[in-house]
């Protein structure tokens, strides 16, 4: 059974940092693309950013450019968000994707979903 598990949300104040893992299971994604979306309370789904299967491109979206990072390991099948400068506007609940192909920011696109976790950052 293929099983994408978020880690490492939180409480953090505003301007504090956090790092999200997403470890998968059930088959190996080092050739896929993955991908960190999220959801704030009575917003739509919104993407964050994502990684080619290699590593070397990434995208991010306006909102986090120059502020987040997302990487990956292959080796543990596990792609990270770090979270740096954050803002009461990042609260949300992040959830980590994977797909075949190019890292695009349209969730859609996305095969394999995880269930999310709580990112909650105080003013």
């Known amino acids: 059974q293929v099983q994408l598990v978020e880690s490492g949300g939180g409480l953090v104040p505003a301007g504090g940092s956090l790092r999200l893992s997403c470890a998968a299971s059930g088959r190996t994604f080092s050739s896929y693309a993955r991908g960190w979306f999220r959801q704030a309370p009575g917003e739509e789904r919104e993407f964050v950013a994502a990684?080619?299967?290699?590593?070397?491109?990434?995208v991010y979206a306006d909102s986090v450019k120059g502020r987040f990072t997302i990487s990956r390991d292959n080796a543990k099948n596990t792609v990270y968000l770090l979270m740096n400068s954050t803002k009461p506007a990042d609260t949300a609940v992040y959830s980590c994707?994977?797909?075949?192909?190019?890292?695009?920011?349209?969730?859609?696109?996305?095969?394999?979903w995880g269930q999310g976790t709580q990112v909650t950052v105080s003013s």
């Open positions: 990684v080619s299967w290699s590593g070397v491109y990434t």
């Open positions: 994707a994977a797909k075949r192909g190019a890292a695009t920011r349209w969730g859609t696109e996305y095969d394999y």
